[in-house]
């Protein structure tokens, strides 16, 4: 069974920083991207930035050079470091990891909440 565990959210003033972190553990065969994703109250769960196995990022438009993912393939880890917060950035992050044979699996998710 696969299990993604999830850290590093918190209360955060506007213009601070956090740092999330997800480790997989299991038996996992032919990881693919590891990546984050948010969802904030009422709204849908969005992307927010992916790494390939192969050292490809994606991230969505509203990062704009704020968030850096990373990744560390031998060790099945993958963070976010996350800069300039906005309170529109407040909301549950999840972290998510797809195999190349098509299963994909969550973590719990971490809340994140940008205010003064």
């Known amino acids: 069974q696969v299990q993604l565990v999830e850290s590093g959210g918190g209360l955060v003033q506007p213009g601070g920083s956090l740092r999330l972190s997800c480790a997989a553990s299991?038996?996992?065969?032919?990881?693919?991207?590891m990546g984050w994703y948010r969802q904030a109250p009422g709204k849908q769960r969005e992307l927010v930035a992916t790494?390939?196995?192969?050292?490809?990022?994606n991230y969505a438009g509203f990062v704009k050079g704020r968030f850096t993912i990373s990744r560390d393939n031998a060790k099945n880890t993958v963070d976010l470091q996350m800069n300039s917060l906005k309170p529109e950035d407040t909301a549950v992050y999840y972290c998510?990891?797809?195999?190349?044979?098509?299963?994909?699996?969550w973590g719990q998710g971490t809340q994140v909440t940008v205010s003064s």
């Open positions: 299991g038996k996992i065969f032919s990881i693919n991207a």
């Open positions: 998510r990891l797809g195999t190349y044979y098509g299963a994909e699996f």
């Open positions: 790494s390939t196995s192969g050292g490809i990022t």
